[in-house]
């Protein structure tokens, strides 16, 4: 039994902490450091005080967001289109909301920034490209604009020629 601990431990100690490790290992030194930064500011006291502040906006964001989604799956039921990018910003401001529950000023700090509609904006004009070239449609699927369809009964499918025409 003896042997076979010292097998695993020495295994453990030849492996090189990945990424992931690495990442938290940095995010907890700098939530560390920050945390005392702001007590050298404002105390342990106002710390505090600011930690628990930005958690309850957190929870404010996060129950925005949901009533948000909860308004976009009425409109959808009700016949009504997504709004533009709203899965995006619905996305981004979740993770604002996130952040800030999480104990800790630079995640306050990420949560806040992401909070923010211009940045937010910025953000999604950045991935849009690359997310919609990751979007492939599937092979006898024709993937139309809003503008190039419209809605009808079985007795009247035909393809449209111009504005209101349809080819018999």
């Known amino acids: ?9 020495a295994a453990l100690r030849a492996r090189r ?29 106002g710390a505090l005080t600011i ?3 930005t958690s309850i906006a957190g929870i404010v964001v ?14 959808a ?4 289109a997504p709004q533009e990018g709203a899965l995006l910003d619905g996305t981004l401001s979740a993770i604002a909301g996130v952040l800030l529950v999480l104990p800790g ?15 937010r904006g910025w953000i999604a004009r950045r ?3 690359t997310l919609a070239a990751g979007r492939s449609t599937p092979p006898g699927v024709v993937d139309l604009s809003p503008q190039d369809w419209r809605a009808g009964g079985p ?4 393809l449209l020629r111009g504005p209101g025409e349809r080819a018999r």
């Not at 902490?17 to 006291?45: K, M, S, T, Y």
């Not at 996060?62 to 409109?75: E, F, K, W």
């Not at 630079?106 to 940045?119: E, Q």
């Open 127 to 129: 991935l849009a490209p």
């Open 1 to 9: 039994m003896m042997r076979r601990s010292r097998g695993v431990f």
């Open 51 to 53: 930690g628990v502040a």
């Open 105 to 119: 000023f630079v995640t306050d700090v990420i949560g806040l920034a992401l909070a923010a509609p211009s940045l």
């Open 77 to 80: 039921a009700r016949g009504g």
């Open 17 to 45: 902490p990945g990424p992931v490790a690495v990442a938290l290992l940095i995010w907890v030194v700098a939530e560390v450091a920050a945390f005392w930064l702001v007590v050298d500011r404002v105390g342990f006291a």
């Open 62 to 75: 996060l129950r925005h967001v949901g009533r948000g989604a909860i308004a976009g799956l009425r409109n």
């Open 155 to 158: 007795g009247e499918a035909g």
